[in-house]
Nanobody, 125 residues
Framework: QVQLVESGGGLVQAGGSLRLSCAAS????????ISWFRQAPGKEREFVAG????????NYAHSVKGRFTISRDNAKNTVYLQMNSLKPEDTAVYYC??????????????????WGQGTQVTVSS
């Protein structure tokens, strides 16, 4: 059974920073691509960033490119999302998700098989 647990969310002022963590159980964590998604109230879940199993490739939504950085530490079974220059429109519940392959890091939610419970990020203006 795979479990993904997000942490690091909170309340921050516009322009501030947060670092989210996604901790995964399972010995094969390093074999899978991981992505971050977010969902704001009344909106569909949207792709934020993804990283391949090796960390060699990353992908970002246009809205966060240059402000967010995804990384992973396979020794710790953890993926991180460093979020800088936060804006009120970044307010959402952030989820990490596992892709049952090693290389897909795109926005199609059906490609992901396990999801965390989410962590709330609120950016005040």
């Amino acid at each position: 059974q795979v479990q993904l647990v997000e942490s690091g969310g909170g309340l921050v002022q516009a322009g501030g920073s947060l670092r989210l963590s996604c901790a995964a159980s399972g010995r094969t964590f390093s074999s899978y691509a991981i992505s971050w998604f977010r969902q704001a109230p009344g909106k569909e879940r949207e792709f934020v960033a993804g990283i391949t199993w090796s960390g060699g490739s990353t992908n970002y939504a246009h809205s966060v490119k240059g402000r967010f950085t995804i990384s992973r530490d396979n020794a710790k079974n953890t993926v991180y999302l460093q979020m800088n220059s936060l804006k009120p429109e970044d307010t959402a519940v952030y989820y990490c998700a596992r892709q049952p392959g090693s290389d897909y890091i795109g926005p199609l939610t059906l490609k992901y098989d396990y999801w965390g419970q989410g962590t709330q990020v609120t950016v005040s203006s």
